[in-house]
């Protein structure tokens, strides 16, 4: 396990949302990040919320989608603090996909499974 404090941890989460191409961040709508310390079921990241793909007419007035990233869980799974970074972008990516509908076979065919 990595220890990696709150701060420095939502910093390595930022810093990977500077990674996004600005032309995907911009097309990202109603959506937050949070870093949460662990996922019960032992997840590194999760979505919930309606992909934009799914998004019709009657999408108005709901809340914001979320994206959790779970430090403790990311920590205890690398071995390594660059490992950690390399985990958190991965994870990221992974999770602002989903937002924009992409599914986790298709992530694995692109390699971000």
Same mark, same amino acid.
């Given at each position: 396990?990595?220890?990696?404090a709150r701060a420095e941890?939502?910093?390595?989460?930022? =810093?990977?949302? =500077?990674?996004?191409?600005? #032309?995907?961040?911009?097309?990202?709508?109603? $959506?937050?990040?949070?870093?949460?310390? #662990?996922?019960?079921?032992?997840?590194?990241?999760?979505? #919930?919320?309606?992909?934009?793909? #799914?998004?019709?007419?009657?999408?108005?007035?709901?809340?914001?989608?979320?994206?959790? $990233?779970?430090?403790?869980?990311?920590?205890?799974?690398?071995?390594?603090?660059?490992?950690?970074?390399?985990?958190?972008? $991965?994870?990221?990516?992974?999770e602002i996909a989903h937002?924009?509908?992409?599914?986790?076979?298709?992530?694995?065919?692109?390699?971000?499974?």
């Amino acid at each position: 396990m990595v220890d990696i404090a709150r701060a420095e941890f939502e910093e390595l989460v930022a =810093d990977a949302l =500077d990674r996004i191409p600005p #032309e995907l961040t911009r097309l990202m709508d109603n $959506v937050v990040i949070t870093v949460e310390d #662990e996922s019960p079921d032992g997840l590194l990241g999760l979505y #919930e919320g309606i992909p934009l793909t #799914e998004r019709g007419d009657g999408y108005f007035g709901v809340l914001p989608d979320q994206i959790f $990233v779970y430090r403790l869980n990311i920590c205890s799974y690398c071995e390594t603090p660059e490992q950690v970074v390399e985990e958190v972008l $991965v994870t990221v990516v992974h999770e602002i996909a989903h937002h924009f509908g992409i599914d986790d076979a298709r992530l694995g065919d692109l390699g971000w499974g």
